[in-house]
């Protein structure tokens, strides 16, 4: 077995495959089929898919499913969710059944900003800084004017630019902090672009500026956007009298809403609790993110960061009664786009922008948040009333028979029979030992 190897990225997909399969699987022909099976016959589709990233083998599938019945600001929508765990697409769609009697769910941009920043150490006079980088900024500003020119026709472009000193921090660590507007795009292309374009000009200004230079001139360290947005918030909500909510599993009204609060409040004040409930949120979010081709490693790391803006990881959403109505309400930071990146390049993703009606950017991080939010009032409904197993464990019940080998008869007999009978991968090897045909 070989476990290195010079020029990897050369070779041709075959070598590549033949390499990685004879070195690393002890049956290398099977390993073969198996990426051979999951390649798309369309060779423009195969290709494009290739050329996503590098040293592409093959495709790896994830489920496609969907959430009908969603009803956004008196607007109806299917929700195209790419996940692999069962039960989110599952609580989605009754989630959505249940708020579509009852008014829907209401949501709302609250603000749009993206930020990047220009990171370096100084050594010098923050007052000679200072006056630099206000002497500067509009010629700087001008000299980006070729990569901001396409994106301000949009209304969009570079809002600001401030010199933020971080020398409390750490010792002579400055930034120049700029805030974005990127329309419809993700940006973050336009936004690094900016910077490391604007990060030039500024080396070109230092060396014209005798103050700076005696200090030693301005190293800078890296210029990079920011995943942090907590100025690009979008906030999901639904409401009805806890009179509406009817009964959940024997459990009155009143009580299953005053068990939601408590739900909340534990989460809001545990971080163990807090991590699982957003997990809960964060369920519904990446999944519409994945099918919209956005990242959703920036999405995840943005709002774990702004889930502890206080200092103190908690919950993100909220529920409360106040005389007498139910409300839960969930505020995210969300940066995402509709045009740019993969949208108009992965098939997929395109059916799906499509299936949501087309939205804009602003239109998606509204369906987001209420994709997060109606997960986690699945979530909590069950955990308050029956546990989530019950349901966790019927959805999985096909996961459990797959993994035993079980065959299309036993499959039915068993989904029949578990309709009435509490699932358990115990229960499942049982059922399939004692099975007779
Ligand atoms: C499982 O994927 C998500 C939950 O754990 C969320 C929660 O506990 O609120 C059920």
Known sequence: MKHSIEGFSKLTKAEKVDWITKNHFTHPEEAKTLLASYWNKNVELQKRHDEFIENTLTNFYLPLGVAPNFIINGKGYTLPLVIEESSVVAAAGNAAKFWSQRGGFTAKVLSTEKVGQIHFFYKGSVASLSAFVSTHTAQWLESVREITGKMESRGGGIQSLTLVDKTVDLPHYFQLHLT?????????????????????????????EPAILQAGGIEIVLCILSNYVPDCLVHAQVSCSVEDLGKHDQMEAIAFAEKMVQAVAIAKVEPYRAVTHNKGIMNGVDAIVIATGNDFRAIEAGVHAFASRSGHYTSLSEATINNGQ?????????????????????????????????????????????????????????????????????????????QFGASEQQKESALYYFKTNTVSVQAVRLFLENYTA
């Not at 672009?193 to 070109?204: G, M, N, P, T, Y």
Request: hydrophobic letters at 50%; charged letters at 15%.
């Open 180 to 208: 974005f507007s990127t329309v419809d795009a993700m940006g973050a292309n336009f936004i690094n672009s900016c910077l490391e374009h604007i990060a030039k000009s500024v080396e070109r200004s230092v060396t014209n």
């Open 326 to 402: 139910f409300t839960m309400e969930l505020t995210l930071p969300l940066a995402v786009g509709t045009v740019g990146g993969l949208t108009s390049l992965h098939p997929m993703v395109k059916w799906s922008l499509e299936l949501l009606g087309n939205p804009n950017a602003e239109e998606l991080m509204k369906i987001i948040a209420v994709a997060g939010l109606a997960q986690n009032f699945a979530a909590l409904r069950s955990l308050v009333t029956s546990g989530i197993q019950k349901g966790h464990m019927k959805m999985h019940l096909l996961n459990i028979l797959n």
